[in-house]
């Protein structure tokens, strides 16, 4: 005996947008085949420039990306040196999860920021939270380059921010 049911429709998958700039193809290339299996994931890549050079910025992007992608999840890549950070943001919740992969060869680093997505892609769909609650943002990017010391207060107002 054969049961045939319809095809549910798919409203109900996780939406996932990843920024790629300039020089992320491997890294979007890694990320397609670490979702690919997970039926509940809808990847949209949005083309673009490289992420902007502040936190602040970065996260007022992501809320517009999610929007525009109707996503709940963007993810992007900053080149720190020649480590790279993959960020993880949950707009709608106020939270972000950044990775740091430490230097390796490129394939190397683009698998492990993509395995590393992929568990925070995973503990979202099944209703877990990632990463710290940041403020809410809905100023315009900034459009100065941001200074290591500015970096590095930025992540320390996150973490102030963040503590119970």
Do not use: N
Request: charged share 25%; no cysteine.
């Amino acid at each position: 005996m054969v049961l045939l049911l319809p095809l549910m429709a798919r409203a109900d998958r996780l939406g996932v947008a990843v920024r790629q700039g300039p020089h992320d193809a491997l890294l979007v290339e890694r990320l397609r085949g670490q979702l690919a299996d997970l039926d509940d994931v809808a990847l949209a890549v949005d083309d673009g420039t490289a992420a902007e050079p502040t936190l602040e910025a970065q996260l007022a992007a992501a809320e517009r990306i999610a929007a525009a992608r109707d996503a709940r999840v963007v993810v992007w890549f900053v080149e720190r040196g020649r480590a790279l950070e993959v960020a993880i943001a949950t707009p709608v919740d106020h939270r972000l999860f950044v990775r740091e992969i430490p230097p390796a060869s490129e394939s190397t680093m683009a698998e492990a920021a993509a395995i590393a997505v992929r568990g925070a892609v995973r503990s979202i769909a099944a209703g877990g939270t990632i990463g710290v609650e940041v403020p809410a943002t809905h100023a315009e990017p900034a459009v100065e380059r941001e200074t290591p010391s500015a970096h590095v207060e930025t992540v320390a107002q996150v973490a102030v921010h963040a503590a119970p």
